[in-house]
């Protein structure tokens, strides 16, 4: 590199070199496949905190699962509102082009997004002093109330049911989406929730017809 480095930017070289050498040349076959084409089955909707990355949870390789990140994992609703809609762009991907047969909603434990949403600290701050997240969160406050009326605003209680009820809500708004809706009543897609706790690091699935998470036997 010519350029100036910085030790994030060497940090990240290093890392990129073991991979070169590990995690490249010896799967070279599997990369001249992935070359022309990718078909994961699943796509994950996940938050963009850097304790929960999907691909190192569920331990898959290159190609095996199409993934969209963002705080607190949030899909909105369908909407044809002006605007750049990018979830529901990779969405539109996955679903109509790639042909996933699972959608995963992927909540986590300690996720600050869900958090605000909780305590709404960011509320009325302007576009990029907090102002987009309390926008984007703004999403979670029909199921906030819930919440709220049984846990309150703090605390590890309230911020876990906050951070689980966000899966659902995600997976309603999931369900918002035509193309999804048809394919879910058709058997060729299956929606799930679920929520990886970075304490103890347990992976739990949503029930949806208790709407409780189990952990993973
Ligand atoms: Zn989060």
Wanted: hydrophobic letters at 40%; aromatic letters at 6%.
């Amino acid at each position: 590199m010519t350029q100036d480095t910085t030790p994030e930017l060497d940090h990240l070289i290093a890392g990129y070199r073991r991979f070169r050498e590990q995690g490249w040349t010896p799967k070279l076959e599997r990369w001249r496949e992935l070359r022309d084409l990718q078909e994961p089955q699943v796509m994950i909707i996940a938050c963009s905190d850097s304790r929960v990355d999907p691909a190192q949870i569920f331990d898959v390789a290159p190609g095996e699962i199409f993934v969209v990140r963002n705080v607190a994992a949030m899909v909105p609703p369908f909407e044809t509102t002006p605007g750049r809609h990018g979830v529901s762009a990779a969405l539109e991907f996955a679903v109509q082009v790639l042909k996933v047969k699972e959608i995963v909603v992927m909540g986590h434990g300690m996720c600050g997004g869900c958090k605000a949403a909780l305590t709404q600290d960011l509320k009325g701050t302007e576009p990029g002093e907090g102002g987009f997240i309390a926008d984007w969160i703004a999403m979670l406050d029909d199921v906030r109330e819930e919440v709220v009326e049984k846990y309150g605003t703090v605390g590890r209680p309230a911020e876990r049911a906050m951070e689980q009820a966000g899966v659902r809500a995600s997976l309603t708004n999931l369900r918002t989406f035509p193309c999804i809706r048809r394919k879910e009543a058709s058997g060729e897609l299956r929606l799930r929730g679920a929520f990886f706790a970075i304490s103890d690091g347990l992976l739990h699935v949503l029930d949806e017809s208790s709407g409780a998470f189990s952990p993973v036997e």
